[in-house]
């Protein structure tokens, strides 16, 4: 069965230290890995799409990267306004739809 | 470019009745995807519409059912409301197909059965 676990499931920074939060997944064939933020009651907001192990990608001071069986999300010196909840969703190939499969998240704090 | 739209933003239904959500893709995108998010989960995948047909669905009942418009917007139907359906309802829109891969979300309608 395809799955995701995030961790953990909180995360608590000063502005400006440094982090990672994981993703692990099982999927029967990965057609690719996505990084979301969610603000309380809104909607996920996209930030990285990873398709193959060894791939990186960078915005502002987040870094996503994947190896075959898990994604971490690297934030470097964070700000307060970087609080948020932290989705990773995986798309397994061979199905029908888009359907993405998602984890529980991971909460992140920054205080000033 | 106007980002997805959902409608409306929250919603008191009690148990037993029945329910309408309604989303606007973003432009350009002809596929369209509904997630039910419960407190503190992840967002679980309840269906997807491509060219006005379902062609994929989640684990839901059939009490579960949507359309989907010649524009691509599209519309999620709960009917016999249950406690557990309590929820934020997001609708993901994406561009060229059932193989594209980014989805993009509205903001989401927030449902409470009483």
């Known amino acids: 069965e395809d799955q995701v676990t995030q961790s953990p499931e909180a995360l608590r920074l000063q502005e400006g230290e440094s982090s990672s939060l994981n993703c692990s997944y099982t999927?029967?064939?990965?057609?690719?890995l996505f990084w979301y933020r969610q603000d309380p009651g809104k909607g996920p907001e996209f930030l990285f799409t990873?398709?193959?192990a060894g791939e990186e990608k960078e915005k502002e001071r987040l870094k996503a990267t994947l190896t075959k069986k898990e994604s971490f999300l690297h934030i470097t010196a964070p700000k307060p306004e970087d609080s948020a909840t932290y989705l990773c969703a995986v798309q397994a190939r061979g199905g029908a739809t888009n359907k993405l499969i998602f984890g529980t998240g991971t909460l992140l704090a920054v205080q000033p | 470019e106007t980002g997805v739209t959902q409608s409306p933003t929250h919603l008191i239904k009690t148990r037993g009745q029945q329910v309408t959500l309604r989303c606007s893709s973003q432009s350009g995108h002809n596929t369209v995807s509904w997630y039910q998010q419960a407190l503190g989960q992840g967002p679980q995948f309840i269906f997807q519409?491509?060219?006005?047909?379902?062609?994929g669905r989640g684990n839901f009942p059939p009490r579960f059912s949507g359309l989907q418009f010649p524009n691509y917007s599209s519309e999620l139907n709960v009917n016999a409301l249950e406690l557990d359906d309590s929820a934020l309802y997001l609708c993901?829109?994406?561009?060229?197909?059932?193989?594209?891969?980014?989805?993009?979300f509205g903001p989401g309608t927030r449902l409470t059965v009483t």
């Open positions: 990873l398709y193959s």
């Open positions: 993901a829109s994406s561009p060229g197909g059932t193989y594209s891969y980014e989805q993009y």
């Open positions: 519409y491509y060219r006005e047909e379902e062609n």
């Open positions: 999927v029967s064939g990965l057609r690719g």
